[in-house]
């Protein structure tokens, strides 16, 4: 890695590198020597920011399941979609997340410790997947796509069903076809399978 004063860009880097040392190498056998080698960097640089193998590790899980917030985020505010169509593309972003992250977590999850350290880690995120899916609902109401009576309660029951449903160890294509549904049966919506 090329030598840089900003500390954003140095962990983005890390992180980066790190997610592809656990892909090729699972996290029992990768270490913080391995992720400080690939990035050409000292073991103690990869300490400074990370501070150790776990955080590190769940720095890597919380970088991938943001892509499904960020989109969320940013099609709220693109008045070229309909609400029906921001949830489509969601939904192929979630099943495709899905997909990496069960192969990225599933040694990982094996320990209990770790397990109850990763459900935590998930909270945060599916607050805002609440917080986003109720502005969502409301705009679908606004625009007649959505018909529903409490868009907060639906909001956080789609978000905790979703939680319930990533915690399992299903098969990435099985929770997908069941966020589906439970998109489809709590908004009224139909999607199509990719």
Known sequence: MKRMNDTNLRKQQILEVAEKVFLENGYRRTSIE???EACGLVKGSVLHYFGSKEKLYQAVLQTRRNQTIDYLEQAILDEGKSV???LQITLQIC???LAGNQAFSKEYMADPSARQSFVEM???VYEGLAVLMEKLIHRGMESGE???QDPHLCA???SFAIFGITNTSSPAENMGREIQRVLET???LSFQEE
């Open 34 to 36: 391995k992720v400080a």
């Open 156 to 158: 956080n029951a789609i």
């Open 122 to 124: 998930r909270i945060p």
């Open 84 to 86: 029906h169509e921001i």
């Open 186 to 188: 709590m908004l009224g």
């Open 95 to 97: 099943k495709k997340q």
């Open 146 to 148: 959505i018909q529903v």
